[in-house]
């Protein structure tokens, strides 16, 4: 199978698998920056597409600077200026259409 490099919100993707509806897989580097970080565990998320829905609706919520997706383990980290609220993150991932898991960073 080959592999493509797909750009999402600042973060590479290496992809070469998929669940089929968008054509990619991914995973993306870990995010960095001197903002503080949390880590979630967000379960359903296949390919790069779910990748980007998570992204995109954790970026919406007040304080967050960063994003970035580890897709092969469901590992999300994001940057923020204040700390997330559990509830917050949960109804974010939720809109976009996953599941979070839980808070890995305490």
């Given at each position: 199978?080959?592999?493509?490099?797909?750009?999402?919100?600042?973060?590479?993707?290496?992809?070469?698998?998929?669940?089929?509806?968008?054509?990619?897989?991914?995973?993306?580097?870990?995010?960095?920056?001197?903002?503080?970080?949390?880590?979630?565990?967000?379960s359903?998320?296949?390919?790069?597409?779910?990748?980007?829905?998570?992204?995109?609706?954790?970026?919406?919520?007040?304080?967050?600077t960063?994003?970035?997706?580890?897709?092969?383990?469901?590992?999300?980290?994001?940057?923020?200026?204040?700390?997330?609220?559990?509830?917050?993150?949960a109804?974010?991932?939720?809109?976009?259409?996953?599941?979070?898991?839980?808070?890995?960073?305490?």
């Amino acid at each position: 199978m080959s592999e493509t490099t797909v750009t999402v919100e600042s973060a590479s993707i290496e992809a070469s698998s998929c669940c089929g509806s968008c054509g990619t897989g991914a995973t993306a580097a870990p995010a960095t920056g001197s903002a503080p970080t949390s880590v979630f565990q967000v379960s359903g998320m296949t390919c790069g597409h779910c990748v980007t829905s998570v992204t995109a609706e954790l970026k919406k919520l007040d304080g967050v600077t960063d994003v970035a997706v580890d897709l092969a383990s469901g590992r999300v980290t994001v940057g923020s200026t204040r700390p997330l609220t559990d509830a917050d993150v949960a109804a974010a991932v939720d809109e976009a259409g996953y599941d979070l898991v839980g808070r890995l960073d305490g």
